[in-house]
């Protein structure tokens, strides 16, 4: 009963919310507001995960954040599990972009503010469009915006690391920042894919040191896309007792140092 009250209060508040601040970004777009750093455009995808996670009764603590406070684009490649990931990232991240499932963009009001602000549509299906999607990434990362993407493709049923797509590694030897690998654990808790159920709880997240593209280039994406993941599975083992899902081993070269992560708490409500 508390789970579905909490689930109603959710939802509630979520569409209220979304409506609010939807409308709000659409308005603004017609009388000229620009994106901007500490702008509007800025500022909702942070009220809207904030109020998202109040109403969810959700705490984030946030672990490594100094990997992120360079002031500088990176690209957060982090893993994916439940639909709380996004609002989770959302509300710690610096200035950011998602990489978004198409499907989103045809929300009414929640699907145009998304364009609006500058998120990235992609279509998974279609692999030349899902470039596309990464040619436009690099173009926001060149304006000086991070870049949010999961490497895994969708969510997953369970914590352990699914191979990874190579399309946002493709991206990170283009633009030529870093990559920094993110844990996000505690949402399948709170809500598994596949469940409209909601309980209370708290999201960890944990920024690791960055994984640097400097030298690398495209021959070398795939090795990249391994000390990414290797660098993300030592933390999820190391933290969580998490083993990743097995890979081929024909994708196993890393030609990339991996560096020890430090993580130390802070707490966001």
Partial sequence: ?????????????AGIVTLVLGTTVIVAALLGVQDKPGGLFEKVPRWWSSAV?????IKVHVHG???????????????HVSWFDVPAL??????YKFVAKAELFKVPIFGRGMRIIGMIE??????????????????????????????????GHAYPLRSFKKGPF???????????????HGTIEIMPKGSFWVQPGTIDVHLLEPVSTTGVDYEHREALMQAVRTRMADAMRD???????????????SSVEILSSDTQPTETR
């Fill in 65 to 79: 954040m100094g990997n992120a406070a360079t002031g500088e684009p990176h690209i957060f490649a982090s893993n």
């Fill in 122 to 155: 992609i279509q998974r299906e279609n692999r030349k469009a899902a470039f596309g999607a990464y040619d436009v990434a690099a173009e926001k990362i060149r304006s000086g915006s991070s870049v949010v993407v999961f490497p895994e493709g969708t969510r």
């Fill in 53 to 57: 996670l109040w109403a969810a009764g």
């Fill in 1 to 13: 009963m508390i789970s579905f009250l909490r689930t109603i209060f959710l939802f509630s508040i």
């Fill in 239 to 253: 933290l969580y007792g998490v083993e990743p899902l097995p890979i081929p081993a024909s994708r196993l070269p």
């Fill in 90 to 95: 959302a509300k710690i991240l610096p200035r």
């Fill in 170 to 184: 493709v991206l990170a030897v283009a633009a030529g920042v870093p990559i920094v690998p993110v844990i996000v």
